[in-house]
């Protein structure tokens, strides 16, 4: 079954201790993304990715930071958690269009709902 | 600055049809999504516009007007699983998507 996958989708942790979310595609997708949503503020985009080793700021990067050694895994770090980073977070990801670019549809993994207290 | 505009929350009836708008302000265009999303869930696709008019899927139908700035997603035949909020998105000149705050729309029986 084609799908996004996260993990963990639910954590409590406490300011500064570093966590990882985990995201893997099985659709062999160049383009790859993580997004937060806040009530009233939609989706916002922390980091994408257009293909291995190639990464881009999103709209909200402070305070995060990806890699991209394969092509199915976008692991999104934080490395010093604050309370301001609580937040609901998606990966998504989609086939490139020419160039590279996103065109196609974003097929989003189920959501990882994060506390930081 | 780029921006998108949706309202935030809209109440209809079962069986009943419901129009939700989106208006957008993004430096270029290259195409706009809707994306249906249920609460605690992941948004998944509705339908994606580049050229001026209507297209039609089954109950859900979205129009594009790109010399104004605007498209809608209409909905027919309203059943209680449609509650849900409707993500509008605009891929920018950049191929960036801009994200609008979402339409949370409520059936009522």
């Known amino acids: 079954e084609a799908q996004v996958t996260q993990n963990p989708r639910y954590l409590i942790t406490v300011t500064g201790k570093k966590l990882t979310v985990t995201c893997s595609q099985n659709?062999?997708?160049?383009?790859m993304s993580w997004y937060r949503q806040d009530p009233g503020l939609g989706l916002r985009q922390i980091y994408y990715s257009m293909n291995v080793e190639v990464t881009d700021k999103g709209d909200v990067p402070e305070g995060y930071k990806v890699s991209r050694k394969e092509k199915r895994n976008f692991p999104l770090i934080l490395e010093s958690p604050s309370p301001n980073q609580t937040s609901l977070y998606f990966c998504?990801?989609?086939?490139?269009?020419?160039?590279?670019?996103?065109?196609?549809?974003?097929?989003f993994g189920e959501g990882s709902r994060l506390t930081v207290l | 600055g780029q921006n998108i505009d949706q309202p935030t929350e809209m109440t209809a009836t079962e069986g009943a049809i419901v129009q939700i708008n989106c208006t957008y302000q993004t430096s270029g265009f290259n195409g706009l999504f809707w994306y249906q999303q249920h609460a605690g869930e992941a948004p998944t696709f509705l339908s994606y516009n580049v050229l001026d008019g209507l297209e039609e899927k089954g109950r859900f139908s979205s129009f594009l007007s790109r010399s104004k700035g605007y498209s809608y997603l209409l909905l027919k035949e309203l059943q209680m699983k449609d509650s849900a909020s409707y993500l509008c998105a605009v891929l920018d000149s950049n191929y960036q998507l801009i994200w609008g705050a979402g339409t949370k729309l409520i059936i009522k029986p």
């Open positions: 659709m062999n997708h160049e383009y």
């Open positions: 998504a990801s989609s086939p490139s269009g020419s160039g590279g670019d996103v065109t196609g549809e974003l097929f």
